[in-house]
Nanobody, 121 residues
Framework: QVQLVESGGGLVQAGGSLRLSCTASGYIFRINAMGWYRQAPGKQRELVATITRGGSTNYADFVKGRFTISRDNAKNTVYLQMNGLKPDDTAVYYC???????????????WGQGTQVTVSS
């Protein structure tokens, strides 16, 4: 089994910054892509940013230039640096990993429990 644990959420004023972290643990053979998603009240979960094992990144248009995704493969950890936060960024942020668990030969998707980010105006 593979577990993802997020941290770093909180309350911040508009224009402020937060750094989210997500660490995967358990019976891991290999982690391929990792990513961050978010879900605001009454809305569907949406992609924020993804990063491949080799470091290639992809961002949603609404965070380009403000958020940066990175990862440390040795620590099985992905980060999301969020700058210039806006009230519209308020949501629960989830990390996701595309992981091959030990003893398997196929990739599965694993999700963290989510961390709340609230941006006040």
């Amino acid at each position: 089994q593979v577990q993802l644990v997020e941290s770093g959420g909180g309350l911040v004023q508009a224009g402020g910054s937060l750094r989210l972290s997500c660490t995967a643990s358990g019976y891991i053979f290999r982690i391929n892509a990792m990513g961050w998603y978010r879900q605001a009240p009454g809305k569907q979960r949406e992609l924020v940013a993804t990063i491949t094992r080799g470091g290639s990144t992809n961002y949603a248009d609404f965070v380009k230039g403000r958020f940066t995704i990175s990862r440390d493969n040795a620590k099985n950890t992905v980060y999301l640096q969020m700058n210039g936060l806006k009230p519209d960024d308020t949501a629960v942020y989830y990390c996701k990993s595309d992981t091959i668990a030990s003893g398997t030969s196929y990739e599965s998707h694993y999700w963290g429990q989510g961390t709340q980010v609230t941006v006040s105006s």
